[in-house]
């Protein structure tokens, strides 16, 4: 069974200080992961995705992942976070050839401090 | 930059009622889909719709909920005889492809009373 296990459910960090949001996966298959990023009252935007490419994968808004297969994680970063940063971020994985549902984490809440 | 538009955005109804949740997917995509979120728990995947008809469902879309594209822009969820536990938020999404990117909606929030 394929899983995404979010290791924060909340994140607070101070505007201009590095961000890092954790995810660990399970897959049998080889998967697609994204990160989807969900600002209040809106739907949900892809940040980045990777499927099986290169491992470092850039995103909008100067966020990045690191797909790392020997600690099946894939956590999401940002050298500086700004005070917009500030929302709901969801790790999310879809094994490749077995369907298109996505299986979403429990999501984490990044607060931003000035 | 196209985008899934979602209407209502709040929709409030009494437990026993049929509601019509509508989604205008972008329009070259070829995949459409239906996701909740509870208040508080993980986003759920419901269905996807593809050529026609459901290429995929989850256990929670049974007999309760059903699809449709009544035309070649609208894609709409119906739930039939609602339910106190049916009240979350509704994201449609659409994708170019198979296993591309899913575009969201800002979803719908439905109420059972």
């Known amino acids: ?114 | 930059e196209p985008e899934v538009t979602q209407t209502p955005s709040h929709q409030v109804t009494q437990m026993g009622q049929e509601v019509i949740l509508r989604c205008v997917p972008i329009s070259n995509h070829l995949y459409f889909y239906w996701y909740r979120q509870i208040l508080g728990q993980k986003v759920e995947f419901l269905v996807s719709f593809y050529n026609n008809e459901i290429s995929e469902k989850s256990e929670i879309f049974d007999d309760q909920f059903s699809v449709e594209r009544p035309d070649g822009s609208n894609f709409t969820l119906k739930i039939r005889s609602t339910k106190l536990e049916d009240s979350a938020m509704y994201f449609c999404a659409s994708s170019e492809a198979y296993n591309s990117p899913l575009h969201f909606g800002n979803g719908t929030r439905l109420t059972v009373t």
């Open chain 1, 1 to 114: 069974a394929q899983s995404v296990t979010q290791l924060d459910s909340h994140v607070s960090v101070s505007e201009g200080t590095p961000v890092l949001l954790r995810c660990n996966y399970s897959s049998s298959y080889s998967p697609s992961l994204f990160w989807y990023v969900q600002h209040p009252n809106k739907g949900l935007q892809l940040l980045l995705k990777y499927t099986s490419a290169a491992t470092l994968v850039k995103g909008i808004n100067g966020f990045e992942a690191e797909f790392k297969k020997s600690e099946t994680s894939f956590h999401l970063t940002k050298p500086s976070a700004h005070m917009s940063d500030a929302a709901e971020y969801f790790c999310v994985v879809t094994p490749i050839g077995t369907g298109t549902a996505l299986i979403f984490g429990k999501g984490t809440t990044l607060s931003v401090s000035s």
